[in-house]
């Protein structure tokens, strides 16, 4: 009897388990993803604390190694992540060359508080439509809004490696 009753417990365990699993669905997956590289700390980083009161002269500052500055890459993923939303929101691309190395150099310290509000806008906007999505539209999209989440965290990464460098960066947010 005892074995009976430890193979149900066992097997009520394990199914109830496995439903919390597979209720997950695609929708919150990849607005787990974005939000997570955006601004819902989790096990790393988002983009939103990587940026926390970085100044116009930070975002400027290159150690002369070839590594981009803070303001560069924040510029770079505004680039991407902004294109990106037009094409979810059905607009045409906007005229491009094709050379990454430009979504770099764009940046002007000048508008740096502008780059950081407009990134975080464009953040949002992006799970906004993800959230709204019908099943159909969601899985067209799915890999798109995979690859902006890996390539906000990796970015992120970078911003916070060179915030490390120029010793402006505050291990109580999160990576040591």
Do not use: C
């Not at 890459?73 to 939303?85: I, K, M």
């Not at 890996?150 to 505050?170: C, E, M, P």
């Amino acid at each position: 009897m005892k074995k009976i009753l430890t193979i149900i417990s066992f097997l009520t365990i394990f199914i109830g388990a496995s439903q919390v699993l597979y209720a997950q669905t695609l929708k919150s997956v990849l607005l787990e993803q974005l939000k997570t590289t955006h601004n819902k700390k989790n096990w790393f980083v988002p983009v939103n604390i990587a940026l926390e009161g970085v100044t116009a002269e930070q975002a400027m500052w290159k150690d002369n190694s070839g590594n981009h500055s803070v303001g560069q890459l924040a510029f770079h993923l505004l680039f991407w992540n902004q294109r990106q939303l037009e094409v979810f929101k059905g607009n045409k691309e906007t005229n491009f060359s094709g050379n990454n190395e430009e979504t770099f150099t764009a940046f002007d310290k000048n508008t740096w508080t502008q780059t950081v509000a407009k990134l975080d806008q464009v953040l949002t906007d992006i799970e906004k439509i993800v959230e709204s999505a019908d099943e159909t539209k969601l899985k067209s999209m799915a890999e798109n809004v995979s690859n902006i989440s890996t390539h906000n965290a990796y970015h992120t990464g970078q911003i916070i490696f060179v915030r490390k460098l120029q010793k402006s960066w505050d291990p109580e947010k999160g990576v040591k």
